[in-house]
Each structure stands twice: as structure tokens, then as C-alpha cells.
């Protein structure tokens, strides 16, 4: 028996496939974890005790840096929102929600705007840049295009999101044509609908990993739920500069008066549909009580 450190590439029925030094063991998990109320995810970093015949035995979790009950997930560095100028139109109200549930769990969002070919990204371009969000102009069609992208996403674990064709498959090979999956099966894959089971696989990409995931599309709603009122200002991150700002102590950035965020979006310095967003979302939980969480 031999210790070593692994990732869980995917989780399934009991079994854990987990990689370390370039193998792939398929593992148990000791029966402590499901006592102490732990269930392995994807993504997560583990120690494995390991048997010449390439099974294994799950000995211990590593601290998360992250992790989301659906897709069951742990330890994503990006999320890459993938945005189109046109065919479809991108909803920034759906990316902005997005953005916000990446923002709470520390999880670094990108943008992505693809499609520049077919349009002009100068507006999507101007909203997100204000945000002083990574933001990446692309087009799927011109693979040099996607260099810069590539770059940012080596090494890490990331995981693509976006409406139905935006262009997500196109980019995920065009960036690594050596992907395990075909461009159809991804589709197929994360278009599969809310009925079926989660799980959640870790796949090679550019010198790190992309998570497919049915249905994280457009991610689950619940967790953008799960932001309460007294979050949501955080989870957008052009606002900082103005909080504490307000007149009020407390100020939701809703209606008070003399709010700074609300002065600094009438002054063109916090995007108008960002702020529209936030006060979607801000009216979504804002009688929402502590209980009912
Ligand atoms: P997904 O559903 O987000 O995975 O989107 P796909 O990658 O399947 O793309 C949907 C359609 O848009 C396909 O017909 C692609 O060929 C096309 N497409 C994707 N990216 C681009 C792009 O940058 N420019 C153009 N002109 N077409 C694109
Ligand atoms: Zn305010």
C-alpha cells in the first residue's frame, strides 16, 4: 500500500475515479467520510492509499477552496460565462446572476464574448469592462482568437457556462482539440435536462481541467437564491468603491436616497444594466426571511 495525493476526476455509484502520478485508481471511500457527513465531489484534492491491481481506498478530503451541491463540484478556479453579440443575444440579467453566484463562492468569473464575427461586441465590451471582470473578445471560428484565453485557463480548473449556442463547444475545442469529448457529446451533455442524475467529470484542458456537467448551462437558480439581501451588493464588485458611501448606514442601494451606487450609475461609472440586474435580483430575495433560506 502506497499513499498518495490524487484529484477525484468523477464520482459515481459509490466509486470514486481518482488520478495521481498519472493514473487513474478507482476507489472506495472509507465509511468515516459518510459519518462525518462528507461526500467526495469532483474536483476535490484527496489522499489515497493505492493497490497494485489500480484500485484504491479514499482516506482523506483536502481542504476545499470551494464547492457547490449542484453540479457537485469542488474546487473551481473559473467560470467561464460564455456570452454571444448575436444568435442568441445575450441576456445580461442570466450572466449577471451567474457572475454573482461565482463572486459568493469564490469562484474567479470570465467573460467571454464570443461571436464577434457575426457582431458588434463593443457593447457587451463596454458593460463588462466596467466591471473590471477578465473579459475576453473571441470569435470560435478564429482559433488565434482564443490564444489569449488559453493562457489564462492553463492549469486550472474550470468549468464553461452560457446559454445554448453560444458558442461553448466551439471554444472548448478550439482550444484544445485534444478533449476527450466530441463537440456533440458536450452538447449533449450539458444540455441534458434537470431530471437526470448530476454528476459532475473532470476532463485534461489546456494543462488543467474543464468540468462537464449536465445542465450547468444555466446554472441552477437556487443558488442564486441562496445570495441574501445582505450579500448581493458583494457579488458585484464594481460597487465596492461606493459602499459606505451612502447616506444610510444599511443602504441597500435600492431606493434610498443619496445612495453612492445609485449617484454612480447615474453618472455612467457602474454600467445601467448591471445595476438593473442588481435590483432584479435585490427585489427576488429582498422579503426573504432569514428562515427561509
Ligand atoms: P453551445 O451550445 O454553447 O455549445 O454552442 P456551439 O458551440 O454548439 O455553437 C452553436 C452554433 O454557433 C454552431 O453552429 C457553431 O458553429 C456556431 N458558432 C459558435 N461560435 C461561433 C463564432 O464565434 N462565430 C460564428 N460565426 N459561429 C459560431
Ligand atoms: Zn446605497
Not at 447615474?266 to 430575495?285: F, K, L, N, T
Request: proline share 4%; net charge negative.
Amino acid at each position: 500500500m502506497n499513499n498518495v495525493q490524487g484529484i477525484v476526476l468523477r464520482s459515481i455509484g459509490g466509486f470514486y475515479y481518482v488520478e495521481a502520478a498519472d493514473m487513474v485508481y478507482t476507489c472506495r471511500a472509507r465509511g468515516i467520510f459518510r459519518r462525518q457527513g462528507i461526500t467526495p465531489v469532483a474536483g476535490d484534492r484527496v489522499m489515497i492509499s493505492t493497490k497494485e491491481d489500480g484500485t484504491g481506498m479514499l482516506e482523506e478530503v483536502l481542504e476545499r477552496k470551494n464547492v457547490l451541491v449542484r453540479p457537485p463540484v469542488a474546487n473551481l478556479d473559473v467560470l467561464v460565462l460564455v456570452a454571444s453579440v448575436c444568435h442568441p443575444r445575450t441576456n445580461t440579467l442570466v450572466l449577471d446572476k451567474m457572475i454573482a453566484v461565482a463572486e459568493k463562492k469564490g469562484i474567479c468569473p470570465i467573460i467571454v464574448i464570443n461571436k464577434s464575427d457575426l457582431g458588434d461586441p463593443t457593447e457587451l465590451e463596454q458593460i463588462y469592462h466596467s466591471t473590471g471582470l477578465e473579459c475576453f473578445t473571441v470569435s470560435a471560428n478564429d482559433v488565434d482568437s482564443l490564444i489569449p484565453l488559453r493562457q489564462r485557463l492553463a492549469g486550472q480548473i474550470c468549468v464553461f457556462a452560457g446559454n445554448s449556442g453560444v458558442g461553448k463547444s466551439s471554444i472548448l475545442n478550439g482550444i484544445d482539440p485534444t478533449l476527450e469529448l466530441s463537440t456533440g457529446e458536450i452538447s449533449e451533455k450539458l444540455g441534458r435536462g434537470r431530471h437526470t442524475t448530476r454528476t459532475a467529470t473532470l476532463y485534461h484542458f489546456a494543462d488543467g481541467y474543464v468540468v462537464d456537467t449536465p445542465g450547468f448551462s444555466s446554472l441552477d437558480m437556487e443558488q442564486v437564491e441562496s445570495i441574501s439581501k445582505d450579500e448581493l451588493a458583494d457579488c458585484f464588485r464594481e460597487f465596492e468603491p461606493y459602499i459606505g458611501q451612502c447616506r444610510f448606514i444599511g443602504c441597500a442601494h435600492y431606493r434610498e436616497p443619496k445612495c453612492a451606487v445609485r449617484t454612480a450609475v447615474e453618472a455612467g461609472e457602474i454600467a445601467q444594466s448591471r445595476y438593473d440586474s442588481y435590483v432584479s435580483m435585490y427585489e427576488a430575495v429582498k422579503d426573504k426571511k432569514e428562515w427561509d433560506k
